[in-house]
């Protein structure tokens, strides 16, 4: 049984930075693309960062790009999410997500991903 659980949210100002991590469980962590999305009441999910088994290769959206940088430590089954020059526009809760297989296809669609933490809230006031 895999668990994912994020820490770092909370209450920012325009600009600041902030560092989500997510802690997960299971022995296949170093095996699989791990993602971080993101989602606001009354509105779809949305990706906002994925990184390949290794590290060696990063995706971003167009949104967050130059501002936000994803990073696995696998020894640490950890995946962190560094937000910087934060903005209103980036207040959401964001999820950490597994996929299972070390497949790059889709991986900007919340399908390709089987587990899910439970979220932790950024707010980041103007």
């Known amino acids: 049984q895999v668990q994912l659980v994020e820490s770092g949210g909370g209450l920012v100002q325009t600009g600041d930075s902030l560092r989500l991590s997510c802690a997960a469980s299971?022995?296949?962590?170093?095996?699989?693309?791990m993602g971080w999305f993101r989602q606001v009441p009354g509105h779809d999910r949305e990706f906002v960062a994925a990184?390949?088994?290794?590290?060696?290769?990063?995706y971003y959206a167009d949104s967050v790009k130059g501002r936000f940088s994803i990073a696995r430590v696998d020894a640490e089954n950890t995946v962190n999410l560094q937000m910087n020059n934060l903005k209103p526009g980036d207040t959401a809760v964001y999820y950490c997500?597994?996929?299972?297989?070390?497949?790059?296809?889709?991986?900007?669609?919340?399908?390709?991903?089987?587990?899910w933490g439970q979220g932790t809230q950024v707010t980041v006031s103007s």
């Open positions: 990184i390949s088994t290794g590290g060696t290769r990063t």
């Open positions: 299971g022995r296949v962590f170093s095996s699989v693309v």
């Open positions: 997500a597994q996929t299972t297989s070390p497949s790059l296809d889709h991986i900007m669609e919340t399908s390709r991903y089987a587990h």
